[in-house]
């Protein structure tokens, strides 16, 4: 987390790689600054992942894959038959349902 370098630079002492909380230091503002600036921006983007989860949830379960049916392997004959059509538009729903799958009823948590 880069507040946390931030302070931690501007509390070490200069053994350590910091400049030990000396005001007149070069980067003691700058550290301060980042450090301050660097933790309430990091929570106010915790806060926003929180409160924005429900929204996101509630649009995730208005999402549908797109699906693509194909047509049964066999094809109609030039001329069919009422039973024939009614038959291999059932075949054609029937596909279609496994490839594709009602997902009114799944539910996203």
Not at 4 to 31: E, F, K, M
Not at 89 to 106: A, F, I, R, V
Request: contains cysteine; charged residues 20%.
């Amino acid at each position: 987390m880069p507040p946390l370098a931030a302070g931690l630079h501007g509390w070490l002492p200069v053994a350590n790689g910091g400049v030990a909380g000396v005001v007149t230091s070069v980067y003691y503002y700058n550290d301060m600054f980042l450090f301050g600036m660097g933790t309430v921006l990091w929570f106010i983007h915790a806060a926003s992942h929180v409160l924005f989860v429900p929204r996101f949830v509630a649009y995730s379960t208005t999402l549908k894959p797109e699906c693509h049916c194909n047509p049964p392997p066999e094809p109609l004959p030039k001329f069919p038959t009422a039973k024939q059509i009614e038959k291999y538009e059932e075949d054609s729903k029937d596909q279609c349902d496994e490839k594709c799958p009602d997902l009114s009823k799944c539910r996203f948590k």
